[in-house]
């Protein structure tokens, strides 16, 4: 059997890594709605093993991604476009690292928000709005390089996707969590499809360009 690409199972290991952690931790939350509640409510202020969920699910999820970044960063340094996509998506995954060590206080809506709760709403919705750019540019850059991961339009249409799925996230009350699912899920997927054209262009030619 032929090995996975690591620069197709980075990105792969990293959401399984927060998908089953995410489902795991909300087995020891009573009650826990995850259409309805933020994942980082499961690692608030006074929740059930709060501390070791951001630390094992939140951080660790994002330690896969920067190896995914560093990884990639060979393939992409003579693309000044993709490169400079590519440092946003490693500065993505230090904004939700950020995010991890000041959680959020109790059930993320307070009435008066403490200052870690002002850090991890700040950096975590940075965080996205990072991200979404920094998959574009990469696959613009892949594009004028001859190997795009996604078109122009597609990838227009993922960033248009990801805002709203961010503006229902930050607004919804009854699908925040829905919204924020969808959302992670998106910028995956994305990875992962920059990840399988990254390893293709890796054997298909030694310039790098597809036959």
């Given at each position: 059997m032929a090995k996975l690409n690591p620069l197709i199972l980075l990105p792969l290991l990293s959401f399984l890594?927060?998908?089953?952690?995410?489902?795991?931790?909300?087995?020891?939350?009573?009650?826990?709605?995850?259409?309805?509640?933020?994942?980082?409510?499961?690692?608030a202020t006074g929740t059930p093993h709060?501390?070791?969920?951001?630390?094992?699910?939140?951080?660790?999820?994002?330690?896969?991604?920067?190896?995914?970044?560093?990884?990639a960063g060979r393939s992409l340094i003579g693309n000044g476009v993709a490169f400079a996509g590519l440092l946003l998506l490693a500065?993505?995954?230090?904004?939700?690292?950020?995010a991890?060590?000041?959680?959020?206080?109790f059930e993320c809506r307070p009435v008066e928000p403490s200052?870690?709760?002002l850090i991890h709403v700040s950096a975590g919705m940075s965080?996205?709005?990072v991200g979404?750019?920094?998959?574009?540019?990469?696959?613009?850059?892949?594009?004028?390089?001859?190997r795009g991961a996604v078109s122009n339009r597609t990838a227009g249409v993922l960033v248009l996707a990801g805002a709203g799925l961010l503006a229902g996230t930050v607004l919804s009350q009854g699908y925040a969590g829905l919204f924020q699912r969808v959302l992670e899920g998106l910028l995956y997927l994305w990875m992962i499809r920059i990840g399988v054209a990254l390893s293709r262009q890796a054997t298909q030619s030694p310039s790098g360009r597809a036959m």
């Open positions: 890594w927060l998908a089953t952690g995410v489902v795991l931790a909300s087995l020891y939350y009573p009650g826990y709605d995850h259409l309805s509640q933020f994942m980082s409510e499961l690692g709060g501390a070791r969920v951001n630390l094992l699910v939140f951080a660790g999820a994002e330690v896969w991604v920067l190896l995914f970044a560093a990884l500065v993505y995954a230090l904004l939700l690292l950020i991890a060590f000041f959680p959020c206080d200052r870690s709760h965080a996205y709005a979404l750019c920094g998959l574009f540019l990469i696959s613009t850059g892949l594009r004028r390089d001859g």
